[in-house]
């Protein structure tokens, strides 16, 4: 293993360990009740608009936000969380970690609470079928605009960092919610799919997120109208294929020579 | 093979076969470009000796990291993710550099860049695989310099790319059909079946002499010979940062990198560890030029602590590193240099305790007033146990 690969191994591992957590326990509620508070469609039949608002306010509204945050998001942060404590002083590694983070999920969680009431009270005059149809369409149209590639590439910055005192701390927070903003940008569209469907929320949610995770592997691309699939991760996935089906045609033999003519 | 060896006496000039327009029947020069400026931009193409080293060929290690320590000789692995990116040695120094010194800019707008100065170009101009042949046979010369001078054995470099959901390797052939190959398989000349007439070893410094500076006794310096490259150890952390970014033009910028005292008596007590220890781990030290921002081609520093110099750097890829929705995402380069020599003597002269390191970086090649290179921190790391 390389040097540099024990050093992502540092981040990769609690990230990953905590993300799973995250799933278990959402996996664990999602046999117990037949959505989360986060959903807008978790209400069914119509709801008042005083119930409605009460619930999104609620504490397991947030407690569910934060595990659904953690569970989807704390693998697309490897990369961020890594570059923050790359540049901080060693005794000062995991406070700009924690405000990095902290800052993330209170710009994501206002934001996403926004979006919730918003699709919340299109629900009131909706009818569901018609919503969730609308939010496919939604998603399908974002994935393929130039802004979501926007937000894609801005996911990737890496801005100065101050060092010291609480300059290093603004600069962690500042990190944190920018990321967030382009990130929620990135991301809305297709979260809103799940949020939406009255059965297999967890199911989806898990794609969705592997499909988030995915689209970060690729590199930043002019923004531009097209039609967008994680490519790397879809190549990845094809030479892991194509280098198992040689193993087992020709035994182990990774490195064929050929010559040059 | 041929190659250009512009650091042999009287070579650093380009071959005559690709500086003349046209051949000596009067038919044009096929090797011949226009687009290649050269360092002074006036179509005289040469490498500055001063501009260029061959500190590389003493990294002790293949494969480096991105957190601010050494990027080895060869570079640093990325694994699925693509930020971090960050030359490595032979990369920086003289690939980079003989890049943007070949290219130069176009004498009458600096953001025109010479085809030599961009990656997306540089293989129009025929010198480029003269050039790379060069740092094919550096690579050569490095590997010869065993026990630690050894290519990867991690399986992942060796599959290359193509394994990693990037770009494969290829090569068109005389017949027009693509040669794939990958790292493994171009680590030994002999299967490959070509060579080159110079391989000779050329050492900037042995890591035993290091030792023996810092006041190694004699029975450590015997039992670490043939050991000492082997280094392994990959501990980084920031001794110390900017607090402001720095502007850069036609004239020198200067600042300061304040450093923290606990983490500076760290390095200091590592190197100090050398005369007492039985195997002794100084540390080494890395000048990081971060965020690094701009939009003038071919762009040229000299770097000084102090008053003395760290090195030239060749700001190769600049230009699209600095545009948000390119590969870079506008992040801009990081250049890593060594100043563990620097440092040592420092702490020789017991001159280390310092609250701050004095940088002054020189232009070498024209920044415009309104276009200018900005380094968004200067900061130094230690690599050690």
Known sequence: ?261 | MPYWNYFKHNQNKLPSAFSEKTWPDGGDNPLFVPQRYGPDNDGTVYVPLDQVNLNALDDPEFSGVVSGGSTSFGGVDTGFEHSGHVHGGIETQPHDMVHVLVGGSDPHDPQLPGLMSEPDTAGLDPIFWLHHANIDRLWEVWRRNPPSHVDPSDSKWQKGPASMGEREFAMPKPDGKPWIYTPADMTNLVTLGYTYDDLTITLTEQRVERFRRLGASAASLTAMKGVVGVLGRHNVELVGATQSPLRITSREAQTSVRLDPGVRRKVAASLTAVRTAASPAPDRVFLNLENVRGMTASTRLRVYIGGQEVATVGLFGLRKASQSDEKHAGNGLRVVLDITKIVDALHLENKLDVDALDVRIVPLSRIPEEVPVTVGRVSVYREGQ
Request: aromatic fraction near 12%; include cysteine.
């Open chain 1, 1 to 261: 293993m390389t040097a540099a690969a024990r050093e992502r191994l540092q981040i990769r591992v609690p990230m990953l360990l905590a993300s799973g957590a995250a799933w278990m326990l959402l996996i664990s509620e999602s046999s117990r009740t037949s959505s989360f508070s986060f959903c807008p469609a978790d209400m069914h039949g119509v709801t008042p608009l005083s119930r409605f608002i009460d619930l999104r306010l609620s504490r397991s509204f947030f407690a569910d936000w934060l595990l659904m945050l953690a569970a989807m998001m704390l693998p697309a942060l490897m990369a961020p969380v890594r570059y923050i404590r790359d540049r901080s002083f060693a005794s000062k590694r995991m406070r700009a970690t924690v405000l990095f983070l902290c800052a993330y999920t209170v710009t994501w969680t206002a934001a996403g609470s926004a979006l919730v009431a918003l699709v919340g009270l299109a629900r009131v005059i909706f009818r569901d079928s018609h919503l969730l149809a609308t939010a496919i369409m939604l998603a399908l149209l974002w994935q393929s605009s130039p802004w979501k590639q926007r937000c894609l590439n801005r996911c990737h910055a890496e801005p100065e960092l101050s060092a010291y005192g609480f300059a290093a701390d603004l600069s962690a927070l500042r990190f944190g919610l920018v990321h967030a903003m382009w990130c929620f940008g990135s991301c809305w569209a297709l979260m809103l799919v799940p949020w939406l469907l009255l059965r297999g929320h967890i199911v989806a949610m898990g794609v969705v997120a592997l499909w988030l995770f995915a689209e970060r592997l690729d590199a930043p691309a002019w923004p531009a109208w097209r039609w967008r699939i994680p490519s790397k991760a879809s190549r990845i996935v094809l030479a892991m294929l194509v280098m198992q089906l040689k193993r087992e045609r020709q035994g182990f033999a990774p490195f064929q020579h050929q010559e040059p003519t």
